[in-house]
């Protein structure tokens, strides 16, 4: 771990005042590792007992009084051997494996004042009087070194600021995103749920409202496919485990993959949709003329990821991708990639992002530890992706080592109503799978050559895409996404006649509408359509039925008063199709 920004040194010597904090109250817990992370920092307790809510506010208190008396951090060595029979006196075994996993001869030690000391490489603050705003967020189990069948920790993770409004504006925040948490809107919208006991943890059930929503999403993602010169193919969701040899899935990915075995030969569930797309491109003799092919697909993929890890519609075993592989030739990557950066950033201004390098950032993510290919054509990729970004100058930032197994990529990342990122688009390179399955086409030559593969999505996974869009909207969609766009209310059973002629007029006009004519009080059939937060409520009784007019309640700008039923048709449509948001 290297921090090298102040407020990394802040928060991760933040980190080492809450283990000296938490020692001092119960001296017998053993201390882990204690990270900055991106929004704070964690330190990872091993303790008997669970840490309770009010054991935070006591730990907050006792940190306070250390840094009062602002203690200087300070570093020093010591030898290996001295550090693993010191920890061992202590009882911290922790600390002890920690150390026997480094190979120097000569450990680093990080001291608060004289009060407190903890392996560490650092950097850190001056001291702890520096740290003037911080709060503990919350406790949570975790494994040690994240192992699943190593024993279980208790994590608390906090965060600091360098100065008091900072931290209540990201608090202020924090409680917001609670509010918009998907997991909670999800069921409360009756969008989907998770039936982890009955059904397996990480697989989505669509409600038909959340059915709707990505009905429409799905819709729109095709029909602009199709504009943008793609062509649909549709491949299978098993396939033989030889497959997977050829395309390297079998040696680099087996432990996310389900494997079973059909007539004794070994299948698997794709975790990508690449090898089925490479069997359509193989399927004929290609030529420089037919290049760039472009194979689209809503391709679903399962992935077996880890309990822990699974989260809502973010992380999930099995999530449908909007996949699609362009073969080219290599003088083609940079327009290619050009085209796909364009039509994402186009499909991002439908959904509601829109400036460049305040809602969306770039990165370029570079050739990591364990790669196939050979550094000349990671060479070769990772230029063309970066002078396509260079091309349209898009402001982006390198993430070395952090590319796939197979080529570099373009990740596209996005930042929603609360400013926080989502990952969405990628753009990979990759010399390495067209190698693998013997792929060709003629050039202009006669003669015999490789295409390139890029692998892209837009959205990406869909699921976490609707996960990122319930928290964008707070839920409250855009019409144009909204599952019910229009609930018409007729205030009296004898104004049910009207409201389905306002319905019939809504549905021809292509609005997803739904009549609310249940016998409860009009006052509860508004309160309802707004909690489901549908974008327009049609209130329908003697007056609006005579003069052919319907009572508008739009969500969030409350009543907007009676409308003519030919305006307001003409306004939600006028909506729908320019994606207003
Ligand atoms: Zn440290
Ligand atoms: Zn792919």
């Known amino acids: 771990m290297e921090y090298k920004t102040d407020l990394d040194k802040l928060r991760h010597s933040c980190s080492h005042v809450m283990a000296q904090a938490v020692q001092e109250l119960w001296p017998d817990v053993k201390v882990t590792i204690g990270p900055a992370i991106e929004n704070g920092f964690y330190y990872d307790f091993d303790r008997k007992e669970p840490f309770a809510d009010e054991d935070l506010a006591k730990i907050e208190k006792a940190m306070r009084r250390i840094i009062e008396r602002k203690p200087k951090f300070s570093q020093y060595p010591m030898p290996r051997q001295e550090a693993i029979d010191l920890f061992k006196k202590r009882n911290e075994l922790y600390k002890v494996e920690l150390i026997e996993g480094l190979p120097d001869k000569e450990v680093s030690f990080f001291k608060t004042g004289e009060e407190w000391f903890d392996l560490c490489k650092g950097p850190h603050l001056d001291n702890a009087g520096q740290i003037k705003a911080f709060k503990l967020l919350s406790v949570a189990g975790s494994y040690w070194r994240g192992d699943e069948r190593k024993p279980m920790l208790q994590r608390i993770y906090g965060t600091a600021f360098f100065s008091q409004k900072e931290l209540d504006d990201y608090l202020k925040m924090l409680k917001e995103a609670e509010k918009r948490d ?213 402001p982006y930032e390198i993430n070395e080592g952090d590319g796939a197994f197979y080529g570099p990529k373009i990740d596209v990342k996005l930042k929603d109503a609360l400013g926080r990122e989502w990952q969405c688009a990628t753009i990979q390179c990759d010399f390495s799978l067209p190698q693998r399955f013997e792929l060709g086409y003629i050039n202009n030559q006669g003669k015999e050559e490789r295409p390139i593969m890029i692998h892209r999505a837009i959205l990406g996974s869909i699921e976490r895409f609707i996960g990122m869009l319930i928290e964008h909207y707070g839920g409250a969609f855009p019409v144009w996404l909204a599952p019910t766009q229009a609930v018409i209310i007729p205030i009296r ?19 997803r509408v739904i009549i609310d004519s249940r016998n409860e009080s009009l006052g509860k059939r508004i309160r309802e359509g707004t909690v489901k937060k549908v974008p327009y409520l049609l209130v329908v009784g003697d007056k609006e039925a005579q003069e052919s007019k319907v009572a508008v309640r739009k969500y969030g700008a409350g009543d907007q008063g009676a409308q003519g039923l030919k305006i307001f048709i003409n306004q939600i449509q006028d909506e729908i199709v320019s994606r207003k948001s």
């Open 182 to 394: 998907h997991r909670k809107l999800g069921p409360q919208l009756e969008l989907f749920d998770f039936y982890h006991e009955t059904a397996g943890a990480g697989l989505v059930f669509y409600h038909p409202a959340g059915a709707m929503l990505r009905k429409t999403i799905e819709d729109y993602v095709r029909e602009q496919h199709l504009k943008h010169e793609y062509q649909m193919v549709i491949t299978p969701h098993i396939l033989k485990g030889k497959l997977w040899e050829i395309s390297g899935h079998a040696e680099h990915y087996k432990q996310n993959m389900y494997y079973f075995d059909v007539d004794q030969e070994p299948f698997a569930v794709k975790p990508m949709n690449c090898p089925g797309h490479i069997l359509i491109y193989k399927s004929k003799l290609r030529s420089y003329n037919d290049l760039p092919i472009r194979y689209f697909e809503l391709g679903s993929v399962y992935r077996r990821e880890k309990a822990g890890v699974l989260h809502g519609l973010l992380r999930v075993r099995g999530f449908t991708q909007d996949d699609a592989h362009i073969f080219c030739s290599q003088d083609q990557i940079e327009s290619e990639v050009c085209q796909v950066i364009m039509f994402a950033l186009e499909v991002m201004k439908d959904f509601g992002f829109q400036v460049v390098g305040k809602d969306i950032r770039f990165e370029l993510s570079t050739r990591p530890d364990d790669y196939i290919g050979s550094p000349e054509q990671w060479e070769i990729a990772t230029s063309a992706l970066e002078s396509s970004l260079k091309h349209m100058k898009l």
């Open 493 to 511: 059973a004898d104004h049910d006649e009207y409201a389905i002629r306002v319905k019939d007029d809504l549905q021809k006009a292509g609005v």
